[in-house]
């Protein structure tokens, strides 16, 4: 059987499908267990009756557990997955994830070292995605009044801009600096008759602000 991926077509509705997910919630109940599964960005409510063979495998996943699920999509009004909902025959599990080594609530110090964990939270996921969107208009944009997107260096051989402290370090055998400002760069293009430019890019200022 084809294993789908999400978001799922309405079209589907009634058919048996497969699907890999990984765990984002699971409450377990004595009569059924819900599971909302994600392929990131999008998820599916999966529900796992006690009389089904699958429901001795659900009570072992955890949050962040993957497993491909198989059964019928069914359209469920209470569902907040799109008002679709998976109810599962059989269950695969392909890995039982740990425990999380830290939660919203721990220390900024903590958060930091457990990084690659600490992205798992959705509402960090999201400030993610929601900076490319934000990015991707303003890009558009620009583009749309005659702006041409550069791409200025970020390892300099010398102070980019007077006036700011700068990161230097040695650069096969020579002193070199992280850029500052993409200022020089951007004159440079204007100069040379592109007129109207634009950059999204780091700097690098060595100050403590």
Same mark, same amino acid.
């Given at each position: +059987?084809?294993?789908?991926?999400?978001?799922?077509?309405?079209?589907?509705?009634?058919?048996?499908?497969?699907?890999?997910?990984?765990?984002?919630?699971?409450?377990?109940?004595?009569?059924?267990?819900?599971?909302?599964? #994600?392929?990131? %960005?999008?998820?599916?409510?999966?529900?796992?009756?006690?009389?089904?063979?699958?429901?001795?495998?659900?009570?072992?996943?955890? %949050?962040?557990?993957?497993?491909?699920?198989?059964?019928?999509?069914?359209?469920?009004?209470?569902?907040?997955?799109?008002?679709?909902?998976?109810?599962?025959?059989?269950?695969?599990?392909?890995?039982?994830?740990? #425990?999380?080594?830290? #939660?919203?609530?721990?220390?900024?110090?903590?958060?930091?070292?457990?990084?690659?964990?600490?992205?798992?939270?959705?509402?960090?996921?999201?400030?993610?995605?929601?900076?490319?969107?934000?990015?991707?208009?303003?890009?558009?944009?620009?583009?749309?009044?005659?702006?041409?997107?550069?791409?200025?260096?970020?390892? +300099?051989?010398?102070?980019?801009?007077?006036?700011?402290?700068?990161? #230097?370090?040695?650069?096969?055998?020579?002193?070199?600096?992280?850029?500052?400002?993409?200022?020089?760069?951007?004159?440079?293009?204007?100069?040379?008759?592109?007129?109207?430019?634009?950059?999204?890019? %780091?700097?690098?200022?060595?100050?403590?602000?």
């Amino acid at each position: +059987m084809k294993t789908q991926t999400l978001p799922l077509p309405p079209t589907l509705v009634g058919e048996t499908i497969r699907l890999g997910l990984a765990v984002l919630q699971i409450r377990i109940q004595k009569q059924r267990i819900f599971v909302i599964g #994600t392929q990131s %960005p999008h998820a599916l409510q999966c529900v796992i009756e006690a009389t089904t063979p699958a429901y001795a495998l659900a009570k072992t996943l955890t %949050p962040h557990s993957t497993f491909y699920a198989e059964g019928v999509l069914c359209a469920c009004s209470q569902s907040k997955t799109a008002g679709l909902e998976l109810r599962v025959q059989a269950i695969e599990v392909e890995t039982v994830a740990e #425990t999380l080594p830290i #939660t919203e609530g721990s220390s900024a110090a903590l958060r930091q070292e457990h990084r690659v964990a600490e992205l798992k939270f959705p509402y960090l996921l999201e400030r993610v995605r929601l900076t490319a969107v934000i990015e991707q208009a303003m890009r558009a944009y620009l583009c749309e009044q005659g702006f041409v997107g550069i791409h200025s260096p970020k390892i +300099m051989g010398g102070i980019s801009e007077s006036g700011s402290e700068v990161f #230097t370090l040695e650069y096969f055998g020579a002193k070199a600096c992280l850029a500052q400002s993409p200022q020089f760069y951007k004159q440079i293009a204007i100069c040379s008759g592109l007129q109207k430019v634009f950059e999204f890019g %780091p700097v690098f200022r060595a100050e403590m602000s």
